[in-house]
């Protein structure tokens, strides 16, 4: 039994969606189907996803709300005629935008979440509908209907142990089960959606509760790149990544497969196969729990930006017990978690996503941290990258972290900071954004070009 998540680019038109109905027939294994909004269908177009946040806010200041909600019908009734169906599942789908806007809108978050959820949620109800259509016997299941009960706000939302059990009745179905990505819903019947690659974390969770074989994650590229092909020009494909490689690489920016995501099927020990929709018969990536080792100490290279730093300084504050949970106590209170704390004698840098960042928060950080503990230097410093070296092999490799810095020297870029994971599969440096391409190419090229022999 295997569940399969198709991505934004896999849906996004009618040629795409009968790409992904003849992937679902030619294996008899694939018994639930997740389903991302429809994406862009080229460059310079619009996700349905922001044609929905489009008309939330056109919702909520009471303004051009039908040409918004027009626009986003259009695209579907685009598909639903591409795909040889009749009109009533866009007057279904219509009914059903119209119902949302005009929802209680005292809490804007969840309003706006309700109205984007609804990409999902529509188009598995059109791909259902398409696939019995064509003979493959299909069923729409809403999350809220199957129990994929999440947690309250203020929280990130994240599955509940109970959805599990709940899901897991799914396994009993005779027919194909077409399931939208992106959100769920909380024990009060609040609809709550989850972070990036929500479509990825619906899969997973559904693979977990259905303890599946394997969970399939459909997008456009054939495999997994050891590094951005956007940067780095006809980079390696991976054939096989653990899920620890992963996670790190997805921390650090790696877009095809999101860290989160790989928590349900890695708590139970289910394969993952990126694969492409465009062109099924290839092998893509698996990422597994354990792999065999292969000549390379370095799987991946990633490298993500918005990062800031907090410096503080404080002479003899390794004498000074409870410093560190003092700094920290204090991010916590203003709801900001930190990626990485590295220290010296005297100062500790804690390295955070900039986003939770306000110039307000800022401001009152470093007054706390001036007037509570009494340190001599605080400042916040902006526009920071980091940059991931990832393999299983680092921890039997010697003079790994020196050759990656040897690299960075190369480019002439300055390491602001170095930190190795207690794992030692993993080595990342903090650098100037501005450095980011530059240093990204110059490590593969140190760890992935062809060795030359004279």
């Known amino acids: ?23 679902v027939k030619a294996d008899s294994s ?73 929802e209680n809108k005292s809490n804007v978050e969840l309003f706006v979440d309700n109205i984007k959820a609804s990409g999902e949620d529509n188009n ?47 396994r009993n179905s005779s027919e194909i089960i077409v399931f939208p990505g992106f959100f769920g819903y909380t024990k009060e019947g609040v609809l709550r959606t989850f972070e990036r690659g929500g479509s990825d974390i619906t899969g997973s969770i559904v693979a977990a509760a259905v303890q599946a074989e394997l969970y399939e994650n459909f997008t456009d590229v054939d495999s997994v790149f050891c590094a951005n092909p956007r940067v780095v020009n006809s ?16 921390y650090a920016g790696f877009s095809v497969f999101h860290d989160e995501a790989l928590m349900p099927v890695y708590k139970s020990g289910i394969p993952v196969c990126i694969k492409n929709t465009n062109n099924p018969s290839a092998p893509g990536t698996k990422i597994v729990a354990e792999r065999k080792a292969n000549r390379r100490p370095v799987t991946g290279i990633s490298a993500d930006n918005g ?18 949970r003092k700094l920290l106590q204090i991010l916590e209170e203003e709801n ?29 950080i470093i007054n706390r941290v001036l007037n509570e503990l009494h340190a001599e230097d605080v400042h ?50 903090g650098v100037h954004k501005s450095n980011e391409n530059k240093i990204l190419r110059e490590l593969y090229s140190e760890f992935f070009a062809p060795v030359t022999v004279q």
């Not at 569940?3 to 003849?22: L, Y």
């Not at 980079?235 to 997805?250: F, G, H, K, N, V």
């Open 124 to 170: 598995a109800k059109l791909i259902s509908t398409y696939f019995t259509s064509i003979g493959i016997p299909a069923q729409y299941v809403n999350p809220k209907t199957a129990g994929l009960v999440v947690n309250d706000l203020p929280e990130r939302a994240q599955a509940l142990p109970e959805a599990y059990d709940n899901l897991s009745t799914l």
């Open 307 to 324: 990062f800031s730093i907090l410096y503080v300084s404080k002479y003899l504050m390794n004498r000074e017990i409870g410093f560190g």
């Open 30 to 102: 694939r018994k639930f189907v997740v389903v991302s909004a429809p994406g862009k269908r080229h460059d310079a177009d619009k996700k349905v996803t922001d044609l929905l946040i489009e008309l939330a806010n056109a919702a909520i200041h009471n303004e051009n709300v039908e040409e918004k909600l027009q626009n986003v019908v259009y695209r579907y009734r685009e598909i639903a005629e591409g795909l040889g169906l009749d009109q009533t599942i866009c007057d279904v789908i219509e009914k059903d935008l119209r119902t949302r806007t005009i």
């Open 235 to 250: 980079p390696a494909e991976i054939e096989e990544i653990t899920y620890r490689e992963m996670r790190e690489l997805s």
């Open 336 to 364: 900001i978690s930190y990626e990485h704390t590295p220290s010296g004698l005297d100062d500790i840098s804690v390295i955070m996503r900039s986003h939770q960042l306000t110039l307000e928060k800022e401001v009152r």
């Open 1 to 23: 039994m295997k569940v399969s998540k198709f991505g934004g680019t896999s849906v996004a038109n009618a040629e795409q969606i009968k790409k992904v109905a003849a992937i």
């Open 380 to 429: 916040f410093r902006h526009e920071f990258s980091m940059i991931v070296v990832v393999g299983e092999g680092m921890n039997n490799s010697t003079g790994l972290a020196a050759r990656a810095a040897t690299a960075i020297s190369r480019t002439g870029a300055n390491i602001e900071m170095i930190n190795q994971g207690s794992s030692e599969v993993s080595l990342a440096f």
